[in-house]
């Protein structure tokens, strides 16, 4: 009994009660949830953190590297030698073809540089190696193990052999994330590589793309090939993205359903290719001034370009 | 201390650098890359669980906010998903510790199932509202692993503490 204004000494002290705690951790949570998903500031101490780390995640991912490394030692040297061969065949078509590259790229700067136009910039690219994939069910993401003291930085596109993986998210001091085009939260400007019409790619999960707010009489066909388009100023057009499954055309939605399978090794591991960042695209033409053609050091006068 | 209530066996006091230990060591085989293999138990949850039940004044709501930012940081997923869930984790496990420990192992993992699961909803809740793709249903299947654990590792866990069983016939405590 508690004589009014004296309350009993406590015999066990257990700080708050566990209601009161769990409010109070749960609200923190919360915080930290929204601070992340919406305002995306957190990015700071994700970074002290995960450098932290590194060592201690490259010691960890020891084991699953020897297991590979023990796998490919036991392959046998038959399979080795056939794909050297393999290998050797392929360069010696390549060469062909990169030496007339080389010649083709001087011709199209001379061509450009007559007709006047912007140059095309040159991008570098760095070879990265996909070193696991992020351990979180919920996106696709793989880590690369070059990072910003290599030059890599955040918007980067990255490539395999065949076409585009997806691009670099966040990067770390020797690491970076690279978001996965089958992500949901990817998008990529693409267009049709038969008749050049353009459409945004979203990732649409379980391994799969999805072609957006295409009319349902768009003109797309299975089995066509999607090219970027590079109207986003990241990556470079051209470059083979997915091939087109199946084609949903319900009449009761305005837009068809067109699934993608992407082209690239997208979810394989092995070695990839970092591109450097595009340069600005020019700003949005407003209207055009009637430059009249003057010719320059009195040579010829350059016909317009259409 | 008993390995559960109802045993004979007294266990000596535990020590505090083995439960970081065993914590930390949790922390290292959660960050071995397995990517999207199914059927990866959450070390963490599980041994977080474990301590929660054998030790909820020692491991409790603090422990699990601190252990879920690590993952978070870890994992590459958003801030304060795993730690919602480890908090909610150690307050049901810490709660329900009293009831469990009176039942045999088979019992106590089916008790621990419910927990990991309800773990697992949370983090897929929080993350679809964030509007991330459903993972698939072979993901639950890392609770249901970690559940099929439960009877190694509280053996596992519990060794330093066990004394060696000498029987005196005189005095029968």
Request: aromatic fraction near 8%.
């Amino acid at each position: 009994m508690s004589v009014v204004g004296h309350a009993p000494p406590p015999f066990f002290k257990r700080g708050p009660a566990p209601l009161v705690r769990l409010a109070f951790f749960v609200s923190l949570s919360l915080v930290l949830l929204v601070a992340d998903l919406r305002f995306h500031t957190l990015e700071w101490a994700r970074l002290a953190v995960a450098t932290a780390a590194w060592p201690l995640q490259r010691i960890t991912g020891m084991p699953i590297d020897a297991a590979g490394d023990f796998g490919s030692y036991l392959s046998r040297q038959s399979t080795l030698l056939k794909e050297n061969e393999e290998l050797r065949r392929r360069q010696l078509e390549t060469a062909n073809l990169l030496l007339r590259q080389d010649h083709l790229e001087q011709e199209n700067k001379r061509l450009r540089t007559l007709l006047d136009m912007r140059e095309r910039q040159p991008v570098e690219g760095r070879i990265a190696e996909i070193l696991y994939a992020a351990r979180d069910p919920f996106s696709r993401r793989v880590i690369i193990d070059k990072g910003s003291q290599h030059g890599i930085a955040s918007g980067n596109a990255v490539v395999d052999d065949i076409g585009v993986i997806g691009q670099v998210v966040r990067v770390f001091p020797l690491t970076s994330e690279v978001l996965l085009l089958t992500d949901k939260e990817q998008a990529i400007p693409v267009s049709v590589q038969r008749n050049g019409l353009r459409a945004v790619l979203a990732g649409a999960g379980s391994g799969m793309m999805e072609l957006r707010f295409l009319a349902a009489n768009a003109e797309v066909q299975v089995g066509d090939i999607l090219v970027t388009s590079g109207l986003d100023g990241v990556y470079l057009p051209g470059l083979p993205v997915a091939r087109v499954a199946k084609i949903d055309r319900d009449s009761s939605y305005s837009f068809a359903r067109i699934i993608c399978t992407p082209l690239a090794g997208v979810e394989r591991h092995g070695l990839a290719l970092v591109l450097g960042a595009r340069t600005a695209l020019p700003p949005q033409p407003e209207d055009a001034p009637a430059v009249p053609d003057q010719p320059t050091r009195g040579k010829r006068v350059k016909k317009k370009v259409r | 201390m008993q390995p559960t209530h109802s045993s004979r066996r007294i266990l000596l006091p535990v020590k505090n650098w083995f439960i970081l230990l065993t914590l930390i060591l949790a922390l290292v085989l959660n960050l071995v890359p397995f990517g999207r293999f199914p059927g990866i138990p959450d070390w963490v949850a599980l041994v977080l669980a474990f301590w929660c039940i054998h030790q909820p004044l020692k491991v409790g709501m603090a422990a699990g906010f601190l252990l879920g930012l690590a993952m978070d940081v870890a994992d590459a997923s958003v801030m304060g998903q795993h730690a919602l869930a480890y908090v909610l984790l150690a307050y049901f496990a810490a709660g329900w510790s009293r009831r469990v420990l009176w039942f045999p192992l088979a019992q106590q993992a089916l008790h621990v199932l419910p927990m990991l699961l309800g773990m697992q909803i949370v983090m897929l809740v929080t993350r679809m509202i964030g509007g991330a793709e459903f993972p698939g249903v072979l993901w639950f299947l890392s609770s249901i692993t970690a559940t099929l654990l439960w009877h190694p590792i509280t053996y596992v866990l519990l060794t330093p503490q066990f004394q060696p069983e000498d029987k005196d016939v005189h005095r029968p405590i």
